[in-house]
């Protein structure tokens, strides 16, 4: 079964700071991999997505990730965060085939202190 | 493109009543999900349409929730006899075609609040 984990809960970051969230996927097969981004009360907007080929993605917002398949993991990293970009943050894998829904990690909050 | 639409966007209910949301695909998307996330966890996956077939309805939570999408357009998730424990947030989202994989878009959300 596919399972998600992202393994911290909250986050704070400095302005102007990096930013790496971790993903830890479980999939017996070649995974199709996202994040979404969302903020209070709204719901989810794509940042990036992973389907195949490069595995260093790059998404909107200056966001980029990396598909690591040793390691099972698809980390999203951001080289200089803004005051904007605090919100809830979700890694979701899927199938290739599209007949299984995404499954989505528990999120991973990040604060923005100045 | 306008968008997934989902309404209500909130909803406030006395326990034991019935309560439907809508949602409105973006206009050529043939696959259709609803989830459902509460405080603090990422969405759960309940259902999902390919046109109006419903190819997956085991997730949905109890016999309480059902849902349809009758003309393969708009669809709509009604919860029967509400509970404290409904009370969450209805996610819908829609991707062009389903047998391959692609971009799921996801609507703003209905919270649902049981008093």
């Known amino acids: 079964a596919q399972s998600v984990t992202q393994p911290d809960i909250h986050i704070t970051v400095s302005e102007g700071a990096s930013l790496e969230l971790r993903c830890n996927y479980s999939y017996g097969a070649t995974p199709y991999l996202f994040w979404y981004v969302q903020s209070p009360g709204q719901g989810l907007q794509l940042l990036l997505k992973y389907f195949s080929g490069d595995t260093l993605v790059q998404g909107i917002k200056g966001f980029e990730a990396e598909f690591k398949r040793s390691q099972s993991s698809f980390n999203l990293r951001k080289p200089s965060v803004h005051w904007s970009d605090a919100a809830e943050y979700f890694c979701a894998v899927g199938a290739s085939s599209g007949n299984t829904p995404l499954v989505f990690g528990k999120g991973t909050r990040l604060s923005v202190i100045a | 493109d306008t968008g997934v639409s989902q309404n209500p966007r909130h909803k406030i209910t006395k326990r034991g009543q019935n309560v439907t949301f809508r949602c409105d695909p973006i206009?050529?998307?043939?696959?259709l999900y609803w989830y459902r996330q509460t405080l603090g966890q990422g969405p759960e996956f309940l259902t999902y349409?390919?046109?109006?077939?419903?190819?997956?309805k085991s997730r949905l939570l109890s016999d309480r929730f059902s849902a349809e999408r009758p003309k393969g357009s708009f669809s709509t998730l009604e919860i029967q006899r509400t509970e404290q424990g409904d009370s969450a947030m209805y996610l819908c989202a829609s991707s062009l075609d389903g047998r391959i994989v692609d971009t799921i878009y996801f609507g703003e959300g209905s919270w649902l609040t049981v008093v």
């Open positions: 349409f390919q046109n109006e077939a419903q190819l997956e």
């Open positions: 206009s050529e998307h043939n696959r």
